[in-house]
């Protein structure tokens, strides 16, 4: 079956089932349909938090934006989202459960990143995301060798630190081990780093929904929707039309991440569909695919531009011996985007892990890392008790 009569088969069924219906708009509390269109540092306000909003440009002038729950004399610590995903996911469970709030109530002075082209980084010294294609031009590559990095000297400036303590999940994973490797001097800037969900080798992946992705990024309306309409309301719409839909994109989402019924809260579904997605360039995923088809953790593929390029036919490797920042793996077995027989190899090439963790739980998927009701007890314990460790050692 072609990718668009998938399409037009899933838009069928969801109109078949819900045309006519209530909108969820007047189902769900009124705080969970506010909190899918407050952005990130409304969010933090409206739960008593402090939150402070900073801008960092880059050294190729892409304007980022980065959201603080500030803690003076607070660790630094730097959380970075992943594909699609934006600063907001740190907070979004709210502060009986999100990771950003737990930390700022341990004492940390919580950052949150957010990568070139998504709603809160769409922004350029010279390029307009709104018509220049070349604002577009860039796969993670560019944000791990120039967003992250820009980050991390602005907020070691701005606290007068000398190292911080990284959390990535997923690309927020990729984009270290590729800094790491590109620019090892940022090693000695990262006291220790936690992978939540590591994304490097991909051959494994488990989505039924790949072969969607696969086709899909050669159709120029989903390119758009991606690119140009961050956050696009569309999928909230189509999701918020009925119970049916609403049941339909939950199965969606269960089919790109594993299906984990216990730990997501599903009343906040439709929350969280207010912030994602939140913009990407489709370049992005282009390098995503090119990684489960080569089975190698490497540059982006320009094809006939290689040989100019890298002066070599086939683009080069990572080299992840350079990535000597200690690092904390945490992994788990229904993960559909981070296989765990890809996560045990990028650990037995990494030199420097110092904790590799499985969640207990079997059901545990990708998302659940930010998610799940029993976040804090499974994971996020765990992570503040290491960097205490860390803390004493160095």
Request: aromatic letters at 12%.
């Amino acid at each position: 079956m072609k990718l668009l009569e998938i399409i037009c088969i899933f838009f069928a069924t969801l109109c078949i089932f819900s045309c006519g219906k209530v909108s969820l708009e007047n189902i769900y509390p009124p705080d969970v349909i506010e909190d899918g269109k407050l952005l990130t540092d409304e969010l933090i306000r409206k739960y008593k938090y402090p939150a402070e909003t900073h801008f960092v440009i880059t050294s190729d002038k892409y304007i980022l934006r980065m959201h603080r729950i500030p803690k003076p004399g607070g660790r630094p610590i730097l959380l970075q989202h992943g594909l699609l995903d934006s600063s907001a996911t740190y907070i979004l469970m709210g502060p009986n459960l999100a990771l950003g709030y737990y930390l700022y109530d341990l004492g940390y002075d919580v950052w949150m990143g957010n990568a070139r082209g998504n709603r809160y980084s769409r922004n350029h010294t010279t390029l307009n995301p709104d018509i220049d294609k070349a604002f577009w031009n860039f796969s993670w590559h560019e944000i791990a060798v120039f967003d992250i990095p820009a980050m991390i000297d602005y907020i070691l400036y701005q606290t007068n630190s000398l190292k911080l303590i990284y959390v990535g999940h997923s690309q927020g994973t990729t984009v270290l081990f590729v800094m790491c490797s590109m620019r090892p001097e940022y090693n000695e800037k990262i006291i220790l780093a936690h992978a939540l969900a590591p994304v490097a080798f991909m051959k494994h992946i488990r989505t039924p929904l790949l072969p969607l992705g696969q086709q899909g990024i050669e159709i120029p309306v989903i390119k758009s929707m991606l690119e140009f309409l961050p956050n696009a309301n569309l999928f909230k719409g189509i999701c918020m039309s009925g119970q049916n839909a609403e049941e339909v994109c939950l199965n969606v989402y269960y089919m790109l991440v594993g299906k984990d019924v216990k730990q997501f809260n599903r009343t906040r579904f439709i929350m969280v569909l207010g912030h994602l997605p939140a913009g990407i360039a489709m370049k992005q995923v282009t390098h995503y695919l090119q990684l489960i088809k080569s089975d190698k953790f490497r540059q982006y593929d320009y094809v006939e531009e290689n040989k100019k390029i890298y002066c070599q036919n086939e683009p080069p490797d990572y080299d992840l011996k350079k990535v000597t920042v200690p690092i904390a793996m945490h992994y788990s077995l229904n993960d559909y985007l981070s296989e765990p027989v890809d996560v045990v190899r990028l650990k037995e090439l990494l030199p420097n892990v110092i904790d590799f963790h499985k969640m207990e739980i079997p059901q545990w998927n990708h998302m659940d890392f930010l998610y799940a009701f029993d976040a804090r007890k499974l994971l996020y314990t765990r992570i503040h008790e290491l960097n205490k460790r860390f803390f004493i050692e160095k």
